[in-house]
């Protein structure tokens, strides 16, 4: 899945933060058939990089509008979560929340 691919020309589909983030997105590109290659995502890289978004998630040139269009989705999907209405199973700790 984090393999480069060869002879097409990759580009920087977004940037991300945190090399978690940028994984994240390599793996939900991938759900949707887009390979993707995020750079710099190994703990050492986290460690001491600055706070920008400076880890780059790149994807073939010929599959950046649909990468680009995957993940506008899946943002518009994340903003109409109603997480009241998502069944996340029974608490495993006893950590007071702040509803609690």
Known sequence: MNDRPRKEKLVV???CSTGFEAEALVVLLADHGIMAYAEGTNV???VYKDTRNTIPVRVRETQLELARL???DARADAAE???NAVDVGERVDRIKLATD
């Open 13 to 15: 589909v977004q940037y």
């Open 70 to 72: 995957t993940i506008e």
């Open 44 to 46: 050492a890289a986290n």
């Open 81 to 83: 979560l109603d997480w």
